[in-house]
């Protein structure tokens, strides 16, 4: 049976341990961050390891190889990203472990097998198998494991550690709270602008905006809010929000771009289509465009997917422009 895929949540959260590796081991496993030497970290190649049971193959989400501090021994780390419950996940983690032991035990002293689990809820994920006859101990297998939802967001919110940010609302809270969690986030972010480039700072506003819908008109109340308050560079922030509008984009497009500008736009002409039928198509086809100008495809491309007017695509481009010039200062 072909697996369940979950690509958005996996792969933000795989993006985020590939740009903050030191800043997560650091936030939510700090005994393990305090033994590693970062300096020395670099991420292998993605490893094909074959599950010879089931017959199934697989990449490894994330793959490093670090060193301890004060030795020349060097360690393997594996991540495995989880945003879904599956019953013998913590099986398919002692076969990555075995198979990593099996290609690396030569060259690493050490193999740190850690799941991310993402899902809703909290609730105890098996992390370990053990095999043993009587009192004789064949097998023990335990890897590491992060649950976002075990954590309540306030314990995190004066955190000025970008890991925090990106993931504070898949922590803990409450509908009442939720307000209150969006302005924390965003202090957050003012708080990092000024340290970290803008392509770090789109990154985390991406990943965070999976697991809280923002709402333009709040967001703008609350930066207005923060800077009365004597925060700045809110204008910064609010001009970065179409990045996360092009995010879950990002990947297509630029695969699109490579093997060809028409397969790339038919997907997100029939994904806009989908949604601009329920709502008639003349406002379908506008949202479609409005879509392709915000990803910054040209207008050229735009009227041939659409089959707008040059004259209407560059209303659509003027008023996205004047939605951005409207954003506070």
């Given at each position: 049976?072909?697996?369940?895929?979950?690509?958005?949540?996996?792969?933000?959260?795989?993006?985020?341990?590939?740009?903050?590796?030191?800043?997560?081991?650091?936030?939510?496993?700090?005994?393990?961050?305090?033994?590693?030497?970062?300096?020395?970290?670099?991420?292998?190649?993605?490893?094909?390891?074959?599950?010879?049971?089931?017959?199934?193959?697989?990449?490894?989400?994330?793959?490093?190889?670090?060193?301890?501090?004060?030795?020349?021994?060097?360690?393997?780390?594996?991540?495995?990203?989880?945003?879904?419950?599956?019953?013998?996940?913590?099986?398919r983690m002692f076969i990555y472990f075995s198979r990593l032991f099996e290609l690396y035990r030569k060259e690493f002293k050490l193999i740190i097998p850690i799941a991310v689990f993402s899902m809703d809820g909290v609730r105890q994920e098996r992390d370990s198998i053990r095999m043993h006859v009587g009192e004789h101990e064949i097998l023990q297998f335990r890897f590491l494991q992060v649950k976002l939802k075990s954590h309540n967001w306030r314990d995190f919110m004066d955190s000025d550690n970008p890991v925090a940010a990106a993931l504070l609302a898949k922590m803990r809270y409450t509908k009442k709270e939720a307000r209150e969690l969006r302005m924390a986030y965003l202090r957050m972010l003012l708080r990092l602008g000024d340290k970290l480039d803008t392509a770090k700072l789109a990154l985390i506003m991406s990943v965070a905006d999976l697991y809280y819908k923002p709402a333009l008109q709040e967001d703008e109340d609350i930066i207005r809010e923060l800077q009365s308050e004597g925060f700045q560079g809110g204008r910064k922030i609010m001009e970065l929000m179409p990045a996360w509008k092009r995010w879950g984009y990002e990947e297509g497009l630029e695969k699109g771009i490579e093997q060809g500008m028409e397969q790339g736009l038919e997907k997100g002409i029939e994904k806009g289509i989908e949604k601009g039928m329920e709502k008639g198509l003349e406002q379908g086809i506008q949202t479609v465009a409005r879509n392709l100008l915000t990803m910054g495809i040209d207008d050229a491309a735009v009227i041939k997917a659409t089959g707008l007017s040059l004259d209407k695509i560059r209303s659509l481009r003027k008023l996205l422009e004047d939605d951005v010039s409207r954003l506070p200062n």
């Amino acid at each position: 049976m072909k697996q369940k895929q979950f690509p958005s949540h996996d792969e933000a959260l795989k993006k985020l341990l590939q740009t903050f590796f030191a800043e997560f081991l650091e936030l939510f496993l700090p005994e393990v961050a305090e033994q590693l030497d970062h300096r020395e970290t670099r991420f292998l190649q993605q490893e094909l390891l074959v599950d010879v049971v089931g017959g199934e193959s697989r990449e490894l989400d994330l793959l490093l190889a670090t060193r301890f501090k004060g030795t020349d021994a060097y360690v393997l780390v594996h991540f495995e990203p989880q945003s879904y419950r599956e019953a013998d996940f913590h099986e398919r983690m002692f076969i990555y472990f075995s198979r990593l032991f099996e290609l690396y035990r030569k060259e690493f002293k050490l193999i740190i097998p850690i799941a991310v689990f993402s899902m809703d809820g909290v609730r105890q994920e098996r992390d370990s198998i053990r095999m043993h006859v009587g009192e004789h101990e064949i097998l023990q297998f335990r890897f590491l494991q992060v649950k976002l939802k075990s954590h309540n967001w306030r314990d995190f919110m004066d955190s000025d550690n970008p890991v925090a940010a990106a993931l504070l609302a898949k922590m803990r809270y409450t509908k009442k709270e939720a307000r209150e969690l969006r302005m924390a986030y965003l202090r957050m972010l003012l708080r990092l602008g000024d340290k970290l480039d803008t392509a770090k700072l789109a990154l985390i506003m991406s990943v965070a905006d999976l697991y809280y819908k923002p709402a333009l008109q709040e967001d703008e109340d609350i930066i207005r809010e923060l800077q009365s308050e004597g925060f700045q560079g809110g204008r910064k922030i609010m001009e970065l929000m179409p990045a996360w509008k092009r995010w879950g984009y990002e990947e297509g497009l630029e695969k699109g771009i490579e093997q060809g500008m028409e397969q790339g736009l038919e997907k997100g002409i029939e994904k806009g289509i989908e949604k601009g039928m329920e709502k008639g198509l003349e406002q379908g086809i506008q949202t479609v465009a409005r879509n392709l100008l915000t990803m910054g495809i040209d207008d050229a491309a735009v009227i041939k997917a659409t089959g707008l007017s040059l004259d209407k695509i560059r209303s659509l481009r003027k008023l996205l422009e004047d939605d951005v010039s409207r954003l506070p200062n």
